[in-house]
């Protein structure tokens, strides 16, 4: 059987020194926000927008890279972390990871997403029922970004 693949967006929103996670319904585990990249979306534009539908936030995201003036092409923001993720035997997510900051808490998700949204701090994150590899990036962002 072929093995498909979906391209994907995962964002670890900081403020000060906690991180942005959501309840994920299905998977019963602390998460950031993200979701699919739609077609013809940049995987940026689709980490700013899904950030916006899950969490009401305007975030800026953290851009690992030095910009480069180009003349006749645009400079990507390269993601903190690009991970192939197995869903199941048969469905991979390439996942473009992203790190961010924002300048409020105050979450306000689009109408049908979930408020089960939370800050938390690097204690809380350490005792979390998550995804391990979700604490390794929170505590990652949170290394880089943390208190800015």
């Known amino acids: 059987m072929e093995i498909t693949r979906h391209f994907t967006v995962t964002t670890t929103i ?4 906690k991180v942005l996670l959501h309840f994920h319904k299905s998977l019963k585990k602390w998460l950031p926000v993200g979701g699919h990249i739609d077609r013809d979306e940049l995987p940026e534009e689709a980490a700013l927008r899904e950030a916006k539908e899950e969490s009401g936030l305007e975030i800026k995201l953290y ?3 030095e910009k480069v003036k180009l003349k006749n092409s645009r400079q990507l923001l390269r993601p903190s972390l690009i991970t192939l993720h ?3 035997a048969f469905h991979q997510h390439i996942d473009f990871a ?5 300048k409020t808490t105050k979450l306000k998700p689009e109408s049908g997403e979930t408020k089960n949204l939370r800050w938390f701090s690097i204690g809380e994150i350490k005792r979390l029922n998550m ?9 990652k962002a949170l290394d880089v970004l943390g208190a800015k």
């Open 131 to 139: 995804h391990e590899d979700a604490r390794i990036r929170a505590l």
């Open 14 to 17: 900081v403020h000060k020194n």
């Open 63 to 65: 851009n690992p890279d």
């Open 98 to 102: 992203y790190f961010a900051t924002v």
């Open 86 to 88: 197995n869903i199941n």
